[in-house]
T-cell receptor, first 113, second 113 residues
């Protein structure tokens, strides 16, 4: 079952902040975040494992609330290079006999000057 | 250079004509996977493989076959393509399903007439 991402699309001015949410109806072991620029392959941003840790690099960070089966991606002081479609991928983990990585439908982020 | 290579990148074919999309990785990764990407539906997993000779269905396996006879190769086979298999296909690999980054190939755009 695909995780649900929100919003589906967002337009920001350079320097503004964005939050992209990813939620699942099932218990999760891990959440992955990827960014895909137009005409290119998805590129890995980060993975968050069960345990609720927050990760980040540069001005992009993410959190994972395993009780709520939710993850949020935070982009602060957005840059033009942040434009693209963001996908979250979720796994329920080996204990559930399921190691498929299931992606959401994506959030299209457009940064304008 | 670490990479996942897919061929062909573009293909137009006709209904019923068997075709194979090859995927090869040079990173000695155990985990490989195929996704299809369609507008509004995100990335949907077709098949995945945990290691040589170990494959399992993803979310949309109907009409596809895979094999994993060697660690580096994971071909996607369409025995009798139909127009609803027109899509953008991505192969991806990683050290393991929960070990982090999925490396994606550049994608193969398939059109079935």
């Amino acid at each position: 079952q695909q995780p649900v991402q929100s919003p589906q699309a967002v337009i920001l001015r350079e320097g503004e902040d964005a939050v992209i949410n990813c939620s699942s109806s099932k218990a999760l072991y891990s959440v992955h975040w990827y960014r895909q620029k137009h005409g290119e392959a998805p590129v890995f941003l980060m993975i968050l494992l069960k345990g609720g840790e927050q990760k980040g690099h540069d001005k992009i960070s993410a959190s994972f609330n395993e009780k709520k089966q939710q993850s949020s991606l935070y982009l602060t002081a957005s840059q033009l290079s942040y434009s693209g479609t963001y996908f979250c991928g979720t796994e329920m983990g080996k204990n559930f006999g399921n190691e498929k990585l299931t992606f959401g439908t994506g959030t299209r982020l457009t940064i304008i000057p | 250079e670490a990479q996942v290579t897919q061929n062909p990148r573009y293909l137009i074919t006709v209904t019923g004509k068997k075709l194979t999309v090859t995927c090869s990785q040079n990173m000695n990764h155990e985990y490989m996977s195929w996704y299809r990407q369609d507008p509004g539906l995100g990335l949907r997993q077709i098949y995945y493989s945990m290691n040589v000779e170990v494959t399992d269905k993803g979310d949309v396996p109907e009409g596809y076959k895979v094999s994993r006879k060697e660690k580096r190769n994971f071909p996607l086979i369409l025995e009798s393509p139909s127009p609803n298999q027109t899509s953008l296909y991505f192969c991806a690999s990683s050290r393991g399903p929960n070990t982090g980054e999925l490396f994606f190939g550049e994608g193969s755009r398939l059109t079935v007439l």
